[in-house]
């Protein structure tokens, strides 16, 4: 049984339900103190709650909520019943008690999902005014949570209690909390199905997963509106597009995004970044972008050069791109007081540093010295900043901008960050820091993004940002920070990744090999190959830890970064194809295997083995010297990839693992396109995607997108998104092939590797006509049908 739920005397509550009236599709129940709770029935699957203590609601906003998201058709009935006041969509029940307003949220066929223990609470906040407002739920048996971001922790939060509130930690460990980004939506999965609440408060919060109290789960924030939204099932995918949907998805990235990234703190001079090139290219290791960190500037004053360093920028960047490399910047928040600096001079003469309560700037000590701090919440500010980087993309080329620092993070200041009582505009909404902390990071990383786009020139960029909050990846792209050259912070990366991903965040990855010292061989070699799995793929690493380029471990490192690396490059259509269906669906890049399969108990608590799109499962090597290694595959048939020998799902393998091969498996019927292998993005002209075809019986379905790989046609449908319905037995092998899109594509023809068969292939048909098995080595087609011998 449930332990006696204790009330405290600080603790208020509500009481009961008096009255409620309906207002544009807004339910507004009335309780017998001041107290108003209204319930949005948003869709069929969202609920979202908000309470007003002293029955008057601030004006409704909110950094997380994709604007443009449209929320598609709700049905719901009011069902208004002696104790209970109910509203039901066609997918949720959500309870309300009328003696004590607490909320259940129910299954359309009566099951619990989600009960309340003391349900919504709040405390005076004495320091601040406001309160602290709580929320507890009954933990039910069994029940497992995954989400909230960047927690570098266990898959599974269950036992664990989290903080958010974006901080700078320098070299962190396992169980380091708060990290640099805040995302409060978590999943919870019980024996009824899985749901997800998405905590939209930007103050401090907190979550306790049965750690203070083993029966419950609770959630606080430390000011502002206990305002949550409830997300249906039944399964954890169903929540995570739902909640992906909401807070909003990016554009699809240039190609070369997806491409492998060099960066260190710094290559400078140009003379050296242009060495770093040429010997990728030398040792053929397939490289799109090389950065430049904070070493370019003149003094650590953004959107200037340091001329000695790097006389001739475009020139550089110039030569760069004749070699297939796109140029990546860092620009990080603070300014540097120089009356003598126009960023500096422009950002006093309008007004656009945040103050403090009296008045005074804050000023802070970051990279440049004594530096004062944009307003990124308010408009302007943002429109000014984005006006900032004509220099950098129009002018210099630059192809993409990295927003690092932006927690705010301070030096030398205890609390490593602002004071809480700097001002923001919060887009009219003023208010102090302890609400706009945690978008701070995100706000600038919003009008970097706008102000790349604009410079442009028509081409997509690609945008990386340290710290953020829920809604950030409409922006901009992830990294984990400032990790170490560790096996635990392999593992590390690869739960992090998994983490994100969920958490909507899905174009994310670490610094390969680990920022903070230097990996061993066996480490960067262990790294590269969970690296070419995330959809950010960059080696990074602190300069003074010696050097981390893929030959500064020794021959056989480099030859198995070399082969690690052109896997990603012959997967590239393959990740882009995933990529469109985040952006299009809201999938999650990628999936821990409990999010693949939550029906099997076994995945529950399954952290290092994940899969990357619908058919690739990986199982990364996080053992020094480990020569196999444990994966546990779900139920369905699987394909080793380098041997393609079959393995049986629903059971734990014990696999080789030679340090050139991390377990990489394919599930059945899947189809994989494939590029051939290219130093950069477009060094070649494709005419031919591969299709690795893996046989099965039965049918599954595979898709391949392709657009014009830089430009923004595919908004407007210059796209093609075909679908491949694989059906196989013991005689036959069918492909069926459909599109969707009017791109005008280059590839015409498939290369079809049929991997698997149980026999030999007797007959080839091709669109009802009969071919050679020549056909096999390049082809167009709307349906292929392969006879075996029976
Ligand atoms: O105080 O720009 O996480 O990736 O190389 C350190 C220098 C500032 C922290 C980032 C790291 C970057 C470094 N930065």
């Known amino acids: 049984m449930k332990n006696q739920i204790v009330y405290t005397e600080k603790e208020n509550y509500p009481k009961n339900y008096v009255s409620h009236s309906v207002i544009n599709n807004i339910i507004e129940i009335e309780s017998s103190e001041d107290l108003k ?73 009566g099951k619990v999902l989600c009960e309340e223990e003391k349900g919504f609470h709040w405390e005076k906040n004495e320091e601040f005014g406001g309160y602290i407002v709580q929320n507890s739920k009954v933990l039910q048996k069994g029940e497992c949570f995954y989400g909230l971001g960047d927690k570098p922790t266990d898959l599974n939060l269950h036992e664990k209690k989290f903080t958010n509130w974006g901080t700078d930690e320098y070299g962190y460990h396992k169980d380091t909390d708060p990290l640099y980004k805040s995302i409060p939506i978590y999943y919870a999965l019980n024996d009824n199905g899985a749901y997800g609440i998405f905590l939209d408060n930007t103050y401090q919060s907190h979550f306790d997963f049965g750690l203070e109290r083993e029966d419950v789960t609770s959630f606080w924030a430390q000011g502002g509106e206990m305002n949550y939204y409830f997300i249906a099932g039944p399964e954890l995918m169903d929540v995570c597009k739902r909640y992906t949907q ?58 200037t050069w340091d001329k000695e360093k790097f006389p001739d920028p475009k020139g550089l960047v110039d030569n760069l791109k004749e070699q297939g490399f796109q140029t990546m910047v860092i620009i990080d928040p603070g300014i540097k007081i120089d009356k003598n600096y126009s960023v500096f001079q422009e950002g006093m003469e309008k007004g656009y540093f945040c103050k403090r309560i009296d ?178 793929c960059r080696v990074h690493s602190s300069g003074d830890h010696g050097d981390q ?98 393995y049986d799902g629903g059971k734990e393998h014990n696999v080789n693992a030679p340090v050139d091969e991390m377990p990489i498996f394919i599930k059945a019927g899947g189809i994989i396109p494939r590029y051939p292998v290219q130093q950069y993005v477009g060094e070649k002209t494709i005419d031919t995607v591969t299709l690795d075809i893996y046989y099965k019986q039965g049918s599954e379905s595979s898709y391949f ?59 080839i048909k091709v669109d009802n006509l009969i071919v050679s098995k020549d056909v096999l080595i390049s082809t167009a087609f709307e349906t292929i049908t392969i006879s075996l011998k029976g």
């Open 37 to 109: 709770l209204r319930i949005y029935p948003l869709t069929n699957d969202i609920i979202r709650i908000r309470y007003s203590l002293d029955g008057y609601f601030d004006a409704d906003f909110s950094y997380a909520i994709d604007e443009n998201y449209n929320f598609p058709h709700v049905d719901y009935i009011i069902d208004d019943r002696g104790d209970e006041f109910i509203v039901k969509t066609t997918n949720v029940r959500c309870v309300v008690n009328k003696q004590n307003l607490k909320i259940t949220f129910k299954s359309i066929d």
């Open 246 to 303: 909401l807070t909003g998805v990016p554009e699809m990235p240039p190609l070369w995004a997806l491409g492998f990234q060099q960066c260190k703190w710094s290559y400078y001079p140009d003379k050296e970044v242009l060495a770093i090139a040429s010997k990728m290219r030398d040792l053929r290791i397939p490289c799109d972008a090389i950065y430049l960190d904070i070493d370019y500037m003149d003094g650590f004053r953004c959107f």
């Open 359 to 536: 008045g005074h700037y804050v000023e802070g000590k970051v990279w440049p010295g004594e530096c004062y701090f944009p307003d990124f919440t308010r408009p302007e500010v943002r429109e000014w900043w984005a006006g900032l980087y004509k220099g950098l993309i129009e002018e210099v080329g630059v192809a993409g901008v990295w927003n690092d620092m932006n927690e705010p993070a301070l030096f030398e200041v205890e609390s490593k960050t602002f004071p809480l009582d700097v001002l923001h505009d919060y887009d009219g909404h003023q208010t102090g820091h302890r609400k706009a902390h945690n978008i701070y990071g995100m706000q600038m990383a919003r009008a970097t993004a706008e102000g790349v786009r604009q410079f442009s020139g028509g081409k997509r960029s690609l945008i990386i940002t340290r710290s953020g909050y829920s809604g950030l990846q409409r922006y901009s792209s992830v990294w984990t920070g400032d990790n170490i050259a560790t096996f635990e912070h392999l593992w590390l990366a690869d739960v992090q990744a998994q983490r994100l991903a969920i958490s909507g965040i899905s174009f994310c990855g670490s610094d390969i090999g680990g920022f903070i010292n230097q990996p061993n061989p066996e480490l960067m070699m262990r790294w590269i190959q969970l690296g070419i799995f995330h959809p950010f």
């Open 549 to 646: 380029e893929p030959w500064s471990f020794g021959e056989e490192c480099l030859d198995v970064f070399r082969k690690t690396v052109e896997l990603r490059y012959q997967l590239l259509p393959y990740l882009y194809t995933t990529f469109y269906q985040y952006y299009n669906e809201g999938t999650p890049m990628i999936r821990p295997l409990v999010f693949f399969d939550q029906y099997d108990v076994q995945t529950k608590d399954r952290d290092h083995e994940f899969l990357c799109g619908d058919h690739i499962l990986v199982c990364p090597i996080v053992k020094d010297e480990a020569r196999s290694g444990k994966v546990y595959l779900p139920t369905s048939q699987w394909y080793h990839f380098w041997t393609n020998d079959l």
């Open 705 to 763: 997108y392709d657009d014009d790989k830089n430009g923004y046609g595919y908004e407007q449908g210059e796209f093609t998104y075909t679908k491949f319905e694989l059906t196989g037995d013991q005689e036959h092998l069918s492909i069926v092939k459909t599109q969707e899109g009017n791109y005008d594509s280059e590839i015409k023809n498939f290369k079809l590797n049929l991997i698997g068969l149980p026999a030999e292939v007797s007959e």
